[in-house]
């Protein structure tokens, strides 16, 4: 196994040191280190960081290859600096088996860029009416742990109930995509002043409220975990601050993009900016800035959601909702929050690594640790061309936007996935 040193680098922010990495482990982390056998990445003005860990990830195979395949977002993953990606079920055929939960993670490791953890479906085919095999996928070599139809909200109280009840025999988190769907029927975009100027049908914040305020109450009655994907309004962010101040056991995320983009976006008509749940007001940014700030929203995932151009590049109404993420998500974080590393590494990497039990993943660079890292330069910035990401699609919303950061060196169990901003294989 080859060894690597790491010169004058910070880790998560600390001063500068040498991090010498051997055997897929941190072997030292000391100042004026030296290993003539290792291959040496000069640090200075670097920051090494716990590889990132992305609780949201669309990989879309097996079934829409043309979009994205395990390979090709492993390889952006590791791009953006990420050691681990849970990949979602709504797949096609949909991960609602063992089988094609065990497909995804071999595929994963055969690519053998990022850890690729399947999620599986909560419900046969996302249809909402039966449970799909979660004990299954559970048992399988997979290891399922996080279910989720994302993409389709659990609507059915009974069968949310039922899913919070089966999965906590094995501590297993059902993460929801809280989207009561009788009140967003037809929807384009946030219901707001911007949808009424454009004459488009509105997706309301109280319908996504509804259902988390739903489900924390059916996770405390249950005693289950439960996770909400994608946050998106100052509303869900008041209800998750109740809910987590009675002690339920609720975790929740936000992407990048709703830390950055207000549905104004929607007036150019460009798909690319058609996301699910929409893009929000100010208001709600300010709100989520200060939940992930103040703990109550716990991670920031992706929701990384390739799109083949056909279903992009057309009228809004048609277009699908998702956009790219994994190649840009730590410039967007660095761009909300600052250099704040610590807060950096425990909504990108740990705290996602501890609630999906990724064991190995969201450590800091330390002797005797797993090897899984990334090495920022948070100095430089670059211009984002979607014609240069590594995912097979294209629809970046930062499409020619200078952003801060550059993933310089990710390192999975010690064997580089990217050297010199560039993939290694
Ligand atoms: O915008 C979205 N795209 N939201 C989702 O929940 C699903 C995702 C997708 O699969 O494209």
């Known amino acids: 196994m080859s060894a690597y040193l790491i010169t004058n680098v910070s880790v998560v922010g600390g001063p500068p040191t040498d991090l010498l990495i051997r055997d897929g482990v941190v072997a030292e982390v000391a100042d004026n280190l030296s290993a003539p056998d290792a291959t040496v990445v000069d640090g200075t003005g670097l920051v090494a960081l716990p590889g990132l860990v992305d609780l949201h990830t669309h990989l879309r195979e097996p079934g829409r290859e043309d979009a994205e395949t395990v390979e090709s977002g492993s390889r952006a993953a590791a791009l953006g600096g990420y050691t681990a990606v849970c990949a979602m ?52 070599a997979a290891r399922v742990r996080i279910f989720s139809d994302d993409g389709h909200c659990v609507a059915d109280p009974k069968l949310m109930r039922r899913a919070l009840e089966y999965v906590k025999a094995f501590d297993g988190i059902i993460a929801q995509h809280a989207e009561e769907p009788r009140l967003t029927e037809g929807a384009q975009m946030h219901e707001g002043e911007v949808s009424t100027r454009l004459g488009l049908i509105g997706w309301p914040a109280v319908a996504e409220e509804a259902i988390i305020a739903r489900d924390v109450l059916l996770a405390e ?8 994907c994608h946050v998106s309004t100052a509303g869900s962010v008041e209800v ?28 150019t008509y460009d798909p690319v900016f058609k996301v699910n749940p929409p893009l929000r007001t100010a208001a709600d940014i300010a709100a989520l800035h200060a939940a992930l700030a103040d703990g109550v929203i716990d991670i920031i995932a992706t929701d990384h959601a390739p799109h083949a151009v056909e279903d992009k590049e057309c009228e809004w109404a ?21 250099p704040e ?26 002797p005797g640790v797993p090897a899984n890292l990334t090495v920022v330069d948070p100095a430089a910035r670059r211009t984002i061309e979607p014609a240069e990401l590594a995912s097979r699609s294209r629809n970046t919303p930062y499409a020619r936007m200078t952003l801060p950061g550059r993933i310089v060196a990710t390192f999975l169990r010690g064997e580089p996935t990217v050297l010199d901003g560039k993939a290694v294989k």
Do not use: C, F
């Open 89 to 140: 079920a709504n797949t096609s055929p949909v991960a609602d088996t063992a089988g094609v939960v065990e497909q995804v993670w071999r595929l994963g490791r055969e690519a053998g860029l990022v850890d690729v953890q399947p999620i599986g479906a909560v419900t046969v085919g996302l249809a909402g009416e039966r449970l799909a095999e979660l004990g299954a996928m559970a048992d399988s």
């Open 221 to 228: 009655h249950v005693g289950s975990r439960l996770h909400v």
């Open 240 to 267: 998750l601050r109740q809910a987590k101040a009675r002690g339920v056991r609720v975790t929740a995320e936000v992407t990048p993009h709703h830390l950055l983009l207000t549905d104004e976006r929607a007036e």
């Open 318 to 338: 048609y277009a699908r909702p998702g956009m790219l993420g994994l190649e840009t998500a730590l410039s967007i974080a660095l761009d909300v929050l600052g």
């Open 341 to 366: 590393w610590d807060l950096i590494a425990e909504r990108m990497s740990r705290t996602p690594a501890r609630i999906a039990g990724l064991t190995g993943h969201g450590v800091d660079p330390a």
